[in-house]
């Protein structure tokens, strides 16, 4: 990799790393009370594919350990936003689901974030965002590789 080269992929990864942190604060501040963004991404998750998942499962989607997805999950159980039963067939198995107080939550927690995202694309520009979202696919399919 030539010296230009290096400065460019520095110069990505270190827009992307700030943008990542600034966007998650950002974020964090306005979901709603009690609310973090590791649940809100859980629940996103369960609301979108509308199907259950077990917590290996949700574990691989989010890149984090097993014991960190557990815990949220017992965070989520607790909160009443999920029902985690076990697998009829496998009892060493559980299956987690959003339950209807985590719609709700969900609901409440997207109705605080699109004002901020639709500010966020209206001063970036839409022509701006559709060119970014290519090249944001095309780093995440990759590193998903």
Do not use: C
């Not at 350990?65 to 607790?78: I, K, Q, V």
């Amino acid at each position: 990799m030539t010296a230009g080269a290096e400065d460019l992929a520095a110069a990505l990864f270190s827009e992307l790393f700030m943008a990542d942190q600034l966007a998650r604060a950002r974020i964090s501040r306005v979901l709603p009370k009690g609310m973090e963004l590791s649940h809100f991404g859980v629940l996103n998750h369960l609301a979108r594919s509308g199907e259950e998942r077990t917590p290996a499962q949700l574990a691989r989607a989010f890149h984090v350990t097993r014991g960190a997805m557990s815990n949220t999950l017992a965070r989520l159980e607790w909160a009443g936003h999920v029902h985690i039963r076990p697998d009829w067939d496998d009892a060493r198995r559980k299956y987690v689901a959003i339950s209807p107080a985590g719609r709700r939550a969900h609901e409440a927690a997207l109705a605080s974030i699109t004002p901020l995202i639709a500010d966020t694309v209206a001063e970036l520009g839409a022509a701006q965002v559709r060119a970014a979202l290519p090249v944001l696919r095309a780093l995440r399919t990759r590193f998903e590789s």
